[in-house]
C-alpha cells in the first residue's frame, strides 16, 4: 500500500516536472489573448505587449514590475540615491529570494554540523550538502589551485551555490534568471577577478606580479608584451562574464520561441508535436546547463586562482 | 479560434519583430545598470559572510577533522596489522624451536631407553649365566658330596656284609679270598 502510495507520488511528480516548463511560458498566455479576441481587441493587444520578440525580450530584461500574469502585478519601489538609480528591480528581487533560500537551507545544515559531535555521520539534508562541498573542496579548489585552496573555499562554494540557485529560479514559473543580466555575472567576474589578482600579488609579490605582465621577454618586446598581457588579464573574467549571461539567456530564448511558434503559426499541431515536446526538452536540458554553468563558473574561477598563485613559481624553480 | 485573428496579427507583427531584434543587437541585454551591480555586490557579500560563518567554517572543519580520523584510523590499523604479523611471526618463531625441543627430548629419551634396556637385559644376561653357572657347580658339588658319600656307604655296608659271612663260615682263607675278589669288583663297577 505504502509503496503503491509512492508510486503515485512519483507520478504526480511527474507530471508537475512536466507541466512546469509550460507554467514557464505563461507569459506567451499574453501574446495569445488579442490572437482570442480579434477585432478591437487585437490592436489593443499589440499596444500593451508587442510582437513575440518582445514579449520575450521583457521575459529576459530587468525591470521594476513583478508581473503574475494573468493574476496581475505589483510595482517594485524606485530609489535613487545622489543620482544613482539603485531601485529594487526583479532581478535585485530574485538575488534576494535566492539569498534568503541559501540562508535557510545553509543555516540549517550549518547548524546540523554544529549539533553533531565529530563521531557522527550527517545526515539527511546535511549529507547532500556535505557531498556537494566535497565535491567543490576536492574536484575543483584542491586539484585547481592546489596548496592554500583552504581560504578559497567560501568564496568558491559561495559563488557556486549562489549561481546554482539563481539559476534555478529562472526556471521557476513567474521566476527570472537573474545570471541572464549581465551585470550581474559582470559583477561576479569581478570578484574572481580580484581575487586572482591579489592572490598573484600575494604569491608572487609585486615585482614578480609586474614582471609577469612582460611574460620574461626582451625589453624590446615590452611594447608588444605589457598589452597583450593586460589584454589576457582581463579576457578571463570577460570570457566568465559572457559564458554565464549567454549560457542562461539563450535557454530561455530557445525555450520561448518554441512556444511562441504555435502561436505565430497559429496551429494546435505545431503545439502538440513541436513547441510543447521540444520546449519539454531544452526545459531539461535547462535545470542541466543550470549545474553545469555554475560548476563552470566556480571550476574556472578556481582555475585562474591556481594558475595565478602557482604556475609563475613553478616556472621560476625550473628556470633555477 | 486563433484562425480568425491570423492576417491582421501577421500583418503587424512583422515590423514589430523586425525592431526587437535590432533592441537586441543594440542594447537591451547589455545595457548596464550599476544599481544592479551595486544590489549584486551587496547580496553577494552579505550571503558569503554569513555563508562562512555558519556554514562553510563547521562544514570545512567538520570535513577535514574527519578526514584526518580516517587517516589516523588508517594509520592505526596498519600500526595493528604489522604488531600482529610481528607476533605471529614470533609465534612461529616459538612454535619451531619448541618443536625441535620436543624432538630432541623424544630421541634423547628413545636413546635413553634403548641403552637402559641393552644395559639392562645384558645385565639378566650375565646374571643368568652366573647363576647358571653357580647351579651347576652346586650341582657338581653335590654330587661328588653323594658319590663320595655313597663310597662310604658302601665301604661300610661291604664291611656289614663281610662281618655276616664271617660270622655265618669262619673260614678265614675262604673269606679272604671272596673279600679281595668282591673288592676287586667294587673298584672294577666304580670305573
Same mark, same amino acid.
Given at each position: 500500500?505504502?509503496?503503491f502510495?509512492?508510486?503515485?507520488?512519483? *507520478?504526480?511528480?511527474?507530471i508537475?516536472?512536466? &507541466?512546469?516548463?509550460?507554467?514557464?511560458?505563461v507569459?506567451?498566455?499574453?501574446?495569445?489573448?488579442?490572437?482570442?479576441?480579434?477585432?478591437?481587441?487585437?490592436?489593443?493587444?499589440?499596444e500593451?505587449?508587442?510582437?513575440?520578440?518582445?514579449?520575450?525580450?521583457?521575459?529576459?530584461?530587468?525591470?521594476?514590475?513583478?508581473?503574475?500574469?494573468?493574476?496581475?502585478?505589483?510595482?517594485?519601489?524606485?530609489i535613487?540615491v545622489?543620482?544613482? *538609480?539603485?531601485s529594487i528591480?526583479?532581478?535585485?528581487?530574485f538575488?534576494?529570494i535566492?539569498?534568503?533560500?541559501? /540562508?535557510?537551507?545553509?543555516?540549517?545544515v550549518?547548524?546540523?554540523?554544529?549539533s553533531?559531535?565529530?563521531?557522527?555521520?550527517p545526515?539527511?539534508?546535511?549529507?547532500?550538502?556535505?557531498?556537494?562541498?566535497?565535491?567543490?573542496?576536492?574536484?575543483?579548489?584542491?586539484?585547481?589551485?592546489?596548496?592554500?585552496?583552504?581560504?578559497?573555499?567560501?568564496?568558491?562554494l559561495?559563488?557556486?551555490?549562489f549561481?546554482?540557485?539563481?539559476n534555478? =529560479?529562472?526556471?521557476?514559473p513567474?521566476?527570472?534568471t537573474?545570471?541572464?543580466?549581465?551585470?550581474?555575472?559582470?559583477?561576479?567576474?569581478?570578484?574572481?577577478?580580484?581575487?586572482?589578482?591579489v592572490?598573484?600579488?600575494k604569491?608572487?609579490?609585486i615585482?614578480?606580479?609586474l614582471?609577469?605582465l612582460?611574460?620574461?621577454?626582451h625589453?624590446?618586446?615590452w611594447?608588444?608584451?605589457?598589452?597583450?598581457e593586460? &589584454?589576457?588579464l582581463?579576457?578571463?573574467?570577460?570570457?566568465?562574464t559572457?559564458? /554565464?549571461f549567454?549560457?542562461m539567456?539563450?535557454?530561455?530564448?530557445?525555450i520561448l520561441s518554441?512556444?511562441?511558434?504555435?502561436?505565430?503559426?497559429?496551429?494546435y499541431?505545431?503545439?502538440?508535436?513541436?513547441s510543447?515536446?521540444f520546449s519539454i526538452?531544452?526545459?531539461?536540458?535547462e535545470?542541466?546547463?543550470?549545474?553545469?554553468?555554475?560548476?563552470?563558473?566556480?571550476? =574556472?574561477s578556481a582555475?585562474f586562482?591556481?594558475?595565478?598563485s602557482?604556475?609563475?613559481?613553478h616556472?621560476?624553480e625550473?628556470a633555477? | 479560434?486563433?484562425h480568425s485573428?491570423?492576417?491582421?496579427?501577421?500583418?503587424?507583427?512583422?515590423?514589430?519583430?523586425l525592431?526587437s531584434?535590432?533592441?537586441?543587437l543594440?542594447?537591451g541585454?547589455?545595457?548596464?545598470?550599476p544599481?544592479?551591480?551595486?544590489?549584486?555586490?551587496?547580496?553577494?557579500?552579505?550571503v558569503?559572510?554569513?555563508l562562512?560563518?555558519?556554514t562553510w567554517?563547521?562544514m570545512?572543519s567538520?570535513?577535514?577533522? +574527519?578526514?584526518?580520523?580516517?587517516?589516523?584510523?588508517?594509520?592505526?590499523?596498519?600500526?595493528?596489522?604489522?604488531?600482529?604479523?610481528?607476533?605471529?611471526?614470533?609465534?612461529?618463531?616459538?612454535?619451531?624451536?619448541?618443536?625441535?625441543?620436543?624432538?630432541?627430548?623424544?630421541?634423547?629419551?628413545?636413546?635413553?631407553? *634403548?641403552?637402559? +634396556?641393552a644395559?639392562?637385559?645384558?645385565?639378566a644376561h650375565?646374571?643368568a649365566s652366573k647363576?647358571?653357572?653357580?647351579?651347576?657347580?652346586?650341582?657338581?658339588?653335590e654330587? +661328588?658330596?653323594?658319590?663320595?658319600?655313597?663310597?662310604?656307604?658302601v665301604? *661300610?655296608?661291604a664291611v656289614?656284609?663281610?662281618?655276616?659271612?664271617?660270622?655265618?663260615?669262619?673260614d678265614a682263607e675262604?673269606?679272604?679270598?671272596?673279600?679281595d675278589?668282591?673288592?676287586?669288583?667294587?673298584s672294577?663297577?666304580?670305573?
Open positions: 500500500m505504502k509503496r502510495r509512492a508510486l503515485r507520488t512519483r *507520478d504526480i511528480v511527474r508537475a516536472v512536466l &507541466i512546469m516548463p509550460l507554467l514557464f511560458g507569459g506567451a498566455l499574453a501574446y495569445a489573448a488579442p490572437a482570442q479576441e480579434p477585432g478591437a481587441a487585437a490592436a489593443h493587444g499589440e500593451e505587449h508587442g510582437s513575440a520578440g518582445d514579449v520575450i525580450m521583457h521575459h529576459l530584461l530587468d525591470s521594476n514590475v513583478m508581473a503574475f500574469e494573468p493574476f496581475g502585478e505589483f510595482e517594485l519601489p524606485k535613487v545622489g543620482g544613482f *538609480d539603485i528591480t526583479r532581478h535585485v528581487l538575488m534576494w535566492a539569498a534568503v533560500i541559501l /540562508l535557510l537551507v545553509f543555516g540549517y550549518g547548524s546540523k554540523y554544529k553533531i559531535g565529530n563521531r557522527q555521520a545526515g539527511g539534508l546535511a549529507n547532500a550538502m556535505e557531498a556537494l562541498v566535497e565535491f567543490i573542496r576536492l574536484d575543483v579548489a584542491k586539484s585547481n589551485i592546489g596548496e592554500g585552496y583552504e581560504k578559497h573555499m567560501p568564496y568558491l559561495t559563488v557556486f551555490v549561481i546554482l540557485v539563481l534555478l =529560479l529562472g526556471l521557476v513567474y521566476g527570472a537573474a545570471t541572464g543580466n549581465i551585470n550581474v555575472t559582470l559583477t561576479l567576474s569581478v570578484f574572481t577577478f580580484l581575487i586572482t589578482q592572490s598573484a600579488i604569491a608572487h609579490g615585482k614578480g606580479y614582471a609577469h612582460t611574460a620574461g621577454t625589453w624590446a618586446l611594447i608588444i608584451m605589457i598589452p597583450i593586460v &589584454i589576457g582581463f579576457t578571463k573574467p570577460f570570457a566568465l559572457i559564458r /554565464l549567454a549560457n539567456t539563450a535557454g530561455h530564448i530557445v518554441l512556444i511562441f511558434i504555435s502561436f505565430i503559426m497559429k496551429s499541431l505545431v503545439a502538440i508535436f513541436l510543447v515536446p526538452f531544452i526545459y531539461l536540458l535545470i542541466f546547463i543550470a549545474f553545469l554553468q555554475a560548476f563552470i563558473f566556480t571550476m =574556472l582555475l586562482i591556481g594558475l595565478a602557482s604556475h609563475e613559481s616556472e621560476a625550473a633555477h | 479560434m486563433l485573428g491570423l492576417s491582421p496579427i501577421v500583418k503587424e507583427n512583422s515590423v514589430p519583430m525592431t531584434g535590432i533592441i537586441v543594440s542594447g541585454l547589455l545595457d548596464p545598470n544599481g544592479l551591480i551595486f544590489w549584486t555586490t551587496i547580496t553577494f557579500f552579505i558569503l559572510f554569513i562562512k560563518k555558519f567554517g563547521p570545512l567538520a570535513l577535514e577533522e +574527519r578526514e584526518k580520523g580516517i587517516q589516523d584510523s588508517i594509520d592505526r590499523a596498519y600500526t595493528a596489522k604489522e604488531e600482529a604479523e610481528e607476533v605471529l611471526r614470533k609465534n612461529k618463531e616459538l612454535l619451531a624451536k619448541a618443536d625441535s625441543e620436543a624432538e630432541k627430548i623424544i630421541r634423547e629419551g628413545k636413546e635413553y631407553g *634403548d641403552k637402559l +634396556r644395559e639392562i637385559t645384558e645385565k650375565s646374571e647363576m647358571i653357572a653357580s647351579a651347576k657347580e652346586e650341582i657338581e658339588q654330587k +661328588r658330596r653323594a658319590l663320595t658319600e655313597l663310597r662310604t656307604e665301604a *661300610d655296608l656289614k656284609g663281610a662281618e655276616k659271612i664271617i660270622m655265618a663260615n669262619l675262604k673269606q679272604k679270598k671272596i673279600v675278589s668282591m673288592i676287586q669288583e667294587l672294577q663297577n666304580r670305573n
